[in-house]
């Protein structure tokens, strides 16, 4: 089946450093989601990327669709402690009707 | 609006006991999901519906069963708990085909003793 492989699984940084997630599908995506889950709370949507080599910012934070589709990336330019949580992607298939999730990459600040 | 609703938040279970966990939304959306997530393995699915009266087993269906009567409600049912089945649970909807975003429960945090 369909496997989406996040790394790193954890991610230390200080703050004001950036930080950067990558999302790799073992099969290609019609489009890929990202969502953010603060500590002890629920994964909240972020955005949807669609078309090949898509570049798309919110803020402070940078996400990238590969040429092939098949992998993706979020980068936060210096990081604030709010951006502290856990940062899924997350692929469709059965068409749309589900989402595969990454395993998420979980990042700390150091003030 | 209240957007995803989970009953309860919080339960603990003995070994073999059963129990129903509850998500309601209030978007009027078709698509409902209920994940389970555990430390280091991410969001897996258990169970899905694509439509009132609908649902289709998904990546770690065992030992769970659900049911969509109403096209409001998703419930998940746990007939005999066991120990692995101690999780967070989460209910997500959305609200149709296509790449639509999800939209989560506050989650139920379930120990089974």
Not at chain 1, 28 to 38: A, C, D, G, V
Not at chain 1, 90 to 107: C, Q, V
Not at chain 2, 14 to 20: A, D, H, L, N, V
Request: charged share 15%; net charge positive.
């Amino acid at each position: 089946g369909q496997q989406v492989m996040q790394i790193p699984q954890y991610q230390h940084v200080q703050e004001g450093e950036d930080f950067t997630t990558y999302c790799n599908s073992s099969t290609t995506l019609s489009n890929i989601q990202w969502y953010k889950q603060r500590p002890g709370g629920h994964p909240v949507f972020l955005i949807q990327l669609v078309k090949s080599g898509e570049v798309k910012k919110q803020k402070r934070l940078t996400f990238q669709f590969g040429e092939a589709k098949k992998n993706s990336s979020l980068h936060i330019t210096a990081t604030q402690t709010t951006d502290v949580g856990t940062y899924f992607c997350a692929g469709p298939s059965f068409g749309n009707e589900k989402l595969t999730f990454g395993t998420g990459t979980r990042l700390t600040i150091i003030p | 609006n209240a957007g995803v609703t989970q009953t309860p938040k919080f339960r603990v279970l003995k070994t073999g006991q059963s129990m129903t966990l509850l998500c309601a939304q209030d978007m009027n959306h078709e698509y409902m999901y209920w994940y389970r997530q555990d430390p280091g393995m991410g969001l897996r699915l258990i169970h899905y519906s694509v439509g009132e009266g609908t649902t289709a087993k998904g990546e770690v269906p065992d030992g769970y069963n659900v049911s969509r009567l109403k096209k409001q409600n998703f419930l998940l049912g746990l007939e005999s708990a066991a120990p692995s089945q101690t999780s967070v649970y989460f209910c997500a909807s959305k609200s149709g085909q296509g790449p639509q975003p999800q939209h989560f429960g506050d989650g139920t945090r379930l120990s089974i003793l």
